[in-house]
């Protein structure tokens, strides 16, 4: 088959997921406006809540009263600059503000994919619809959308050489820092303005939400931090605590750590290229996050852009076993097996083809 064959062949089998996945969403979409208590219905509270009394965003008893469902899993950590977005959406009503939110998340991934497509040209606008992390996503009304274009952004940036200004417009992401700060490590080990460019946008952010919040508001969220995870089931988690915690039946922090920073100093210090360093950065950020479910996979969307275009053909391949792979993961249990491919992926390019893979333009 000749290469638009294949072309050709590759958006059907795209366009055909992006339906069936857009059919399943729409026939629960209703029922999923309320059903997960740390996805949408949490978003939707907080923006009630900081109405009510934005100083005590992080009080456990304001939001259990706003979101007697959250089940203790559904409390609101994100930094407080966030419910920006969230307040406008409280003065809808659920289902209405969902759609709403599923809207503007769609827009998100397809504006990350028009960005990308000045360095990926090969990149099809239909592989962000045709993922399963996005159905997961939108499923759960996450907001990893967000951080999916601000890291094109990023990406588009950095690529350019405006090293300040890919840094900055890394630090809008620290809603979900730990998204953020492993990969802001990884560039900026070679590349110092990036980390100039983060501090300067990062210090305005952290004080604006700590001004929203006040001295009690920050003690409340350093408070909540310790009980969010009381109830984390391993195997939900597509990173390397996920892999720990399934394999060893503990998440093992200090062992999490070690293999965190050994991942990080590898990519960091053994990837020159622009391109390559920030998605493989992208694929450690993933695997070292501390909350990295299926549905912040949505990141991957960017290296797999990269791999699909490579010479390389295992990068080739492993960019379609991401796109078409998560099918498989019929189960939020085994959504660990994700981070096991990433593992394999990053495995892969430490083997004596690497310097190759990292280099090659196209």
Known sequence: ?????????????????????????????????????????????????????????????????????????????????EVVLLVPLSYLPQVTAYAVWSMFSLLCLLGAAIV?????????????????????????????????????FALDQFVRGRDLSAGAVLALGLFKYPFIVPLVAILCFRYRRVILGFIAAAVPILGISALMVGMKGINQYLALMHTSDVQENPGILSNLRGIVGVTTGSFHPALVVVLSAVLVALTAFLIKERIPLFCV????????????????????????????????AYLRWSALALIFGPILIVRQE?????????????????????????TAKS
């Open 334 to 358: 085994y959504s660990y097996t994700l981070a096991i491919a990433l593992c394999v992926i990053l495995a892969l390019l430490w083997v004596p083809r690497f310097p190759y893979a990292l």
């Open 116 to 152: 990308m497509r000045r360095h990926f040209t090969d990149f099809d606008l239909l592989v962000p619809f045709a993922f399963i992390p996005t159905l997961s996503l939108l499923a759960n009304g996450q907001d990893s959308a967000i951080l999916v274009l601000i890291a094109a």
């Open 1 to 81: 088959m000749i290469a638009g064959d294949k072309k050709r062949v590759m958006q059907i089998v795209l366009a055909l997921l992006a339906f069936l996945y857009g059919v399943a969403f729409l026939y629960a979409f209703k029922g999923l406006a309320y059903a997960e208590p740390s996805g949408f219905p949490m978003f939707y509270s907080t923006g009630k809540l900081a109405r009510f009394d934005l100083p005590d965003l992080y009080s456990r008893t304001l939001q259990n009263s706003f979101h007697p469902g959250n089940a203790t899993v559904g409390y609101f950590f994100h930094l407080s600059y």
């Open 281 to 312: 950065g992208v694929i450690v950020t993933q695997l070292v996050s501390y909350h990295g479910h299926i549905y912040d996979a949505v990141l991957l969307l960017i290296p797999i852009a990269w791999m699909y275009r490579s010479k390389v």
